[in-house]
């Protein structure tokens, strides 16, 4: 009986974190279309569980979520690469949440120098 009771607590933690993995790096919060955001890089963030930039546009400040840190590496961004100040347009999905100013990007630009995150994402035109 203990036994089972493990088995059942193990798997209902393995389950919540697995949703919420999946809840997090997956595209679900986000809308469908393309979204594009200019702004000056506030703060930057190379690691896990993903890279992170806050952007300033217009006195407010966005989180722009990249890939995770190999991904976002692999793509030519990493530590060093931009600095805070630097201009940059972030191309990808906005949240669902109009009150919240977030987006997944999949592209960006900085100083003009460009950075697929996700190159099989990337609008084609």
């Known amino acids: 009986m203990r ?12 389950a919540a ?16 279309g393309f979204f594009e955001l200019e702004g000056t890089i506030a703060e ?5 569980p993903h ?8 006195a407010e400040v966005w989180r722009v979520d990249l890939a995770p840190p190999s ?3 692999a793509a030519g961004f990493e530590e060093g690469t931009a ?7 972030a191309i990808g999905h906005r949240s669902l949440d109009q009150n919240e100013r977030r987006m997944k990007a999949v ?11 996700y190159p099989g994402r990337v609008p084609s035109n």
């Open 3 to 14: 036994s089972s009771l493990a088995a059942l607590s193990t798997i209902g933690f393995l």
């Open 71 to 73: 991904r976002t590496i």
């Open 107 to 117: 592209r960006i630009i900085v100083d003009g120098n460009t950075y697929d995150v």
């Open 17 to 32: 974190f697995l949703a919420q993995a999946v809840a997090h790096h997956g595209w679900s919060w986000t809308e469908d």
């Open 83 to 89: 600095s805070v100040g630097d201009t940059i347009t």
């Open 51 to 58: 890279a992170t930039l806050d952007i300033d546009v217009e």
């Open 44 to 48: 930057i963030y190379v690691g896990n």
